[in-house]
């Protein structure tokens, strides 16, 4: 058994800033790569920012110089700086982690999507 458990959400004003963390715990063996999406009210989840094993990184336009992914793998967590918050950045941020959860499968190279229940984050004046 796998949970990720996201905090660090929560309403700010536009040009703020807020910081994701997301632990994993339980039954794991390795992770690979680790994200965050979101998804605004009637719109499609979107991927944020992925971050690999290794620490390369990509984001998507909209939060390009102003969003920081970074990971401690020795706690296998990783956060995500928000910084000069938009109104449109409003949604329910989900943390992602790809991740080899029992013996088999690590050995075998192969791996499975955990997700975590999400974070409400509202940029509003």
């Known amino acids: 058994q796998v949970q990720l458990v996201e905090s660090g959400g929560g309403l700010v004003q536009p040009g703020e800033s807020l910081r994701l963390s997301c632990a994993a715990s339980?039954?794991?063996?390795?992770?690979?790569?680790m994200g965050w999406y979101r998804q605004a009210p009637g719109k499609q989840r979107e991927l944020v920012a992925t971050?690999?094993?290794?620490?390369?990184?990509n984001y998507a336009d909209s939060v390009k110089g102003r969003f920081t992914i970074s990971r401690d793998n020795a706690k296998n967590t990783v956060y995500l700086q928000m910084n000069s918050l938009k109104p449109e950045d409003t949604a329910v941020y989900y943390c992602?982690?790809?991740?080899?959860?029992?013996?088999?499968?690590?050995?075998?190279?192969?791996?499975?999507?955990?997700w975590g229940q999400g974070t409400q984050v509202t940029v509003s004046s």
């Open positions: 992602n982690a790809d991740l080899a959860d029992n013996p088999r499968t690590y050995y075998s190279g192969g791996s499975r999507p955990y």
């Open positions: 339980g039954s794991i063996f390795a992770i690979y790569a």
């Open positions: 971050i690999t094993s290794s620490g390369s990184t």
